[in-house]
């Protein structure tokens, strides 16, 4: 397995084990025993409720080089330019570009599998739950879509807990 896609698998396992301590906390309900799955189902599953759940992970990053910044890559002089171009723009509006763009790419999915939530970790240190919990009502769910819940973990340690954005 190449490098990158150990990683990604780490981050996914990471943010759902994340999720599923906040999702306990919050409901007292057990949420247990995650595995990896393969490309047609979602990222991983768990047992909730006695029964398989699965769960497709995204993080919200903002764009590719924050990405490359939060995951302590090498930036090249060009993106550390870009990035000091995105601290200038508006904070809110490119928190909600950024979710409405997950939510739409993620929308167009289709997994073999009963039941799928997805659940979107955000890595970006500028944007807080609060900040998320503020543009609620202008975030769009594209339909159709496969998703019985959509979360999203408030920061990247899973601190400030989750906040359900559907239904």
């Keep these: 397995m190449h490098h990158s896609e150990e990683e990604k698998i780490a981050l996914e396992h990471d943010a759902a084990k994340l999720f599923m301590r906040c ?17 047609m189902r979602p990222d991983v599953s768990c047992l909730f409720e006695g029964e398989r759940l699965d769960i497709e992970i995204a993080h919200l990053y903002g764009s590719e080089e924050e990405a490359m910044e939060v995951l302590g890559r090498d930036l090249s002089e ?32 289709r997994y073999k ?18 900040d998320i919990k503020a543009l609620e009502h202008l975030i769009t769910m594209p339909e159709p879509h496969v998703f019985e819940k959509v979360w999203i973990l408030g920061d990247i340690e899973g601190k400030s807990g989750i906040v359900r954005i559907y239904p």
């Design 23 to 39: 999702y306990e906390r919050n409901t007292g309900k057990p949420i247990r025993h995650i595995w990896h799955n393969d490309p």
């Design 78 to 109: 060009k993106t550390k330019q870009i990035l000091a171009q995105l601290k200038e723009e508006p904070a809110d509006e490119r928190l909600l570009k950024s979710l409405n763009r997950i939510l739409e790419n993620k929308s167009s999915k």
């Design 113 to 130: 599998t009963e039941r799928v939530w997805l659940v979107i970790r955000n890595t970006h240190p500028a944007w807080k739950q609060e």
